[in-house]
């Protein structure tokens, strides 16, 4: 419940992953592009997990799939992998 209350995006993957976690990492969108530059075409960026619980009211299931859409805390990228030689999509 008290997921979002620091504000920092390391206490959230430090609170959401669990104390122990040795790896939990979080990336902007942007940083997550650089990461990919020159290895994939990204062809698509999704979002989810926005943790409802954590918000002070309830709020309806409609509302929570748009801001789970929009807003989640998570980063899906989909995309190509690009070939090496040639810096083109692979098939």
Do not use: C
């Not at 979080?26 to 979002?47: C, D, K, M």
């Not at 943790?51 to 799939?65: C, M, T």
Request: proline share 8%; glycine share 8%.
């Amino acid at each position: 419940e008290k997921l979002l209350a620091s504000g920092r995006a390391d206490e959230i993957v430090r609170m959401y992953d669990g104390r122990d976690n040795p790896l939990g990492r979080s990336y902007t969108l942007a940083e997550l592009r650089q990461l990919v530059e020159g290895l994939f075409q990204i062809e698509e960026v999704g979002y989810f997990f926005f943790p409802a619980r954590a918000l002070p009211v309830s709020i309806p299931r409609w509302l929570h799939r748009w801001l789970h859409h929009r807003f989640g805390l998570m980063i899906i990228l989909f995309g190509r992998r690009l070939d090496p030689a040639s810096g083109t999509p692979r098939p």
